[in-house]
């Protein structure tokens, strides 16, 4: 089923830029209310990050809802997770974020939940994309005025997310005497991360917590480690927390200042699960996820298996097998026995619950995983491009770099579901290999983009 706006994550662009636009959003809103309605939908809740742009977006979607005769309920800015959380416990129908995610500020989303606080399956966004295509061409059709959708407030929207991320916490437990260090990336979970550690009793330092609409992101968070990695260093902390804009991603910093991705805090979760007899089946990764993680799994005897990239995929294989377990190395966590979608914040009390269950570090923690050298590079291309990856010099590279890897490694190009962009990522068991490879594919490539 072919989408044309729906991404692995939504819809995403540069704001401003079609589809970014107030335009498309009113016709997006308008779209999706008429589909979700003739499923008995009646409201929306929407949330945003803190992008300048999430107001723009917001008012378009806002006008599109209540065009097709559904009403909404704005809850201001709120991590993804929380959107999906809080649709489920309101009753909403629906929900909607407006993120791009771990992107920079002059990109923007807008993503969609049932109201059991899942992604919307794939019929209902191709049934979405058919309708989008009509307003689009045609304009759209408001419902008599009386039906209008009608817009409210959400009060204590934060403050209900504290509280259930607190409760998947064990109750018997508590963060006190442990000093943690919080990136909040500036984004949507600015005040809610760093008050979850606090009520908690661990001694919080929140940085990368000031948001002015265009810093969410910016050498910070989840994917530029660097500040988070120098506080921990600077405050002798326990370990650091980073998330992305929207909280739906969590990269942590031992104790060392040694980085632990997603594909370690897996480890951590399913070892820790297995001690205590409540793993369910196995754990599942994707196709960029270290071949570290998959031998480890299998000295313990844990099952595991490799989605395609993008957390909708791991969801898929994890609901087709009835496991619980599985995320990213980027750090999507998956942990469906206590949530419905990706949450760094709930995932992170996950490792701390581990490290004080089994009186330990979180660098002795992930200590029993090796991982092999990795070498990703992202080249991009630009629109007018044909995909790069059907060109035969492209093809025959990468032959070229399995034979040489033989069985000591792995080569996986892939185009990004979000971004004009080839990821091409080499693994092996030599660290100069890895990027001998990966540099000569990406120049490879670079060399066609640019023909």
């Known amino acids: ?36 309605a003739a499923s008995g939908t009646k409201e929306v809740l929407i949330g945003k990050d803190t992008r300048a742009s999430g107001y723009m977006l917001e008012s378009a979607l806002e006008a599109g809802f209540s065009a097709a005769g559904i009403n909404i309920a704005l809850a201001g800015p ?29 990109d923007n989303g807008i993503k969609f939940f049932s109201g059991e606080g899942t992604k919307l399956s794939d019929q209902q966004e191709h049934d979405i994309e058919a309708l989008l295509a009509l307003a689009l061409e045609q304009g759209i059709e408001c419902v008599e005025s009386a039906a209008l959708g009608k817009a409210r407030r959400v009060d204590d929207a934060s403050g209900r997310y504290i509280e259930f991320c607190k409760g998947t916490f064990p109750a018997q437990l508590n963060l006190r005497g442990l000093k943690i260090v919080v990136d909040s990336a500036n984004g949507a ?3 809610i991360a760093p008050a979850v550690y606090r009520e908690l009793g661990a001694d919080v330092i929140s940085i990368n917590d000031q948001p002015n609409g265009v810093n969410i992101n910016a050498e910070c968070g989840a994917t530029h480690l660097d500040s988070l990695v120098a506080a921990v260093k600077e405050h002798g902390a326990d370990l650091g927390i980073a998330l992305d804009g929207d909280a739906d991603r969590l990269m942590l ?44 799994l299998a000295d313990h005897n844990i099952p595991f298996v490799r989605a395609k990239v993008g957390d909708r995929y791991v969801m898929e294989q994890l609901h087709q097998r ?19 979608t990706g949450d760094a914040i709930v995932a992170s009390l996950q490792v701390l619950a581990a490290a004080l269950e089994n009186n330990t570090s979180l660098a002795q923690l992930k200590a029993g995983m090796v991982k092999f050298p990795q070498q990703l590079i992202n080249v991009r291309f630009g629109k007018d491009v044909q995909d790069p990856l059907t060109d035969n010099r492209v093809v025959q590279a990468v032959n070229d770099a399995e034979h040489s890897l033989d069985n000591r490694g792995r080569v996986l190009l892939r185009k990004s579901g979000t971004e004009p962009l080839i990821r091409v990522m080499v693994e092996a068991d030599d660290e100069r290999l890895c990027t001998r490879h990966a540099e000569h594919l990406a120049e490879v490539i670079r060399n066609i983009t640019a023909a």
């Open 1 to 36: 089923m072919t989408r044309h706006y729906f991404g692995t994550d939504g819809v995403r662009g540069r704001v401003g830029e079609f589809p970014m636009t107030p335009d498309f959003a009113m016709r997006l809103g308008w779209a999706a209310g008429k589909v979700l």
């Open 78 to 106: 709120l991590p993804t997770p929380a959107v999906a959380y809080l649709t489920s416990t309101f009753r909403a129908d629906a929900g909607v974020v407006i993120s791009a995610s771990h992107n920079p500020y002059y």
């Open 189 to 191: 979970a600015y005040k």
């Open 253 to 296: 910093v031992d104790d060392q200042g040694e980085v632990v991705d997603g594909d370690q805090i897996l480890f951590i979760l399913a070892r820790s699960a297995l001690d205590k007899g409540t793993l369910k089946g196995g754990v599942v990764g994707t196709q960029m996820s270290n071949l570290g993680l998959e031998l480890a």
């Open 322 to 340: 009835g496991w619980c377990l599985g995320g990213e190395n980027s750090g999507h966590i998956l942990v469906l026995d206590e949530v419905t």
